[in-house]
């Protein structure tokens, strides 16, 4: 087992032309720890913010960064104390800097890989799972009331909408005219985001909470749509507080305790659906600029 590997990195804040691709050693897993040969790593939009410093000067921690949180991969070594996973195991979930061919993750991140998901599969659900499990959660939604989803067709948005619709409620979601067959087949009511969303959803009916997904200026029109706040919540604008809104970004306080198992098992057993489009892990610039236009369908992931 070599003790060097390749790892997507960048030295300071910028565009994508930041990005390299770097040699590294590999680094031993600590108490609660494993170390994974990656296969496969999410993109997330977390991930182009944070490199370009978008979150101040504080995030990430040093440089050279590696960015990437999601992940699917194979234990190849266990840190003290180690025993939920031992080497071979196949998994997915968390791991910090995972744009890469080795990463170390946290056991408590960590679940299990079913045979039935492809490793590309497996590395597209952590976040867009926890998140969605989260967000609506604290959503307090209840069978029989209206969810409307800003920015429905992409990975947060498609997952949030097949578990409300799985517990009984009623979605609307936005999305541009070519994601509107997507979603219809997933049980969502598509309209169009922008100029003219009130009007168009006002035409579907009463709606009784808001999951901002898209993070593009949408709460005021949420806001108004669901009558006031209270039920209305972001995980991707930062100037929800000066509307009012409630934003979601993972304290230890928000999470769903089991979500990502419950998740992975769903997908497993072909009840959650997610398209997944990849990219070689040389071709993480393309992969984070694709993610940042803003228009992807589903879940982007680099193949290792």
Known sequence: MSNTYQAVEYSEHGDSSVLTLAERTAPEPGPGQVRLAVRA??????????????????????????????????????GPDVTAFAVGDEVL????????????????????????LSWADAAALNTG?????????????????????????????????????????RVIGTASARNHKYLRSLGV??????????DAVD????????LDASGRGGLPAL??????????????D????????????????EQVPGALAEGVALAAA??????????????????????EEGHVRGKLVLLV
């Open 93 to 116: 979930g968390a791991a910090s800097g995972s744009y890469a061919e080795k990463a170390l993750a946290s056991v408590g991140g960590l679940v299990a890989k079913p045979a039935e």
């Open 189 to 198: 009511l598509p309209v169009l985001y922008g100029d003219g969303l009130i």
């Open 41 to 78: 790593a999410g993109v997330n939009p977390f991930d182009w913010k944070v490199r370009k410093g978008l979150f101040g000067p504080s995030m990430p921690g040093s440089f050279p960064a590696v960015p990437g949180v999601d992940v699917a991969g194979v234990v190849e070594a266990v």
């Open 129 to 169: 799972v926890t998140t969605a499990y989260r967000a609506l959660a604290l959503l307090n939604l209840a069978a029989g009331e209206t969810l409307l989803i800003d920015g429905a067709a992409g990975t947060v948005g498609s997952i949030a909408a097949q578990v409300a619709i799985a517990r009984g409620l």
């Open 203 to 210: 035409a579907l009916g009463q709606i009784d909470a808001a």
């Open 270 to 291: 072909g009840k959650l659906k997610l398209p997944v489009a990849t990219y070689p892990l040389d071709e993480a610039a393309e992969a984070m600029d694709e993610s």
């Open 223 to 236: 806001i108004e749509l669901t009558g006031g706040t209270e039920r209305v919540i972001t995980i991707a």
């Open 238 to 253: 930062g100037d929800a507080a000066s509307l009012g809104v409630r934003f979601t970004a993972g304290s230890p306080d």
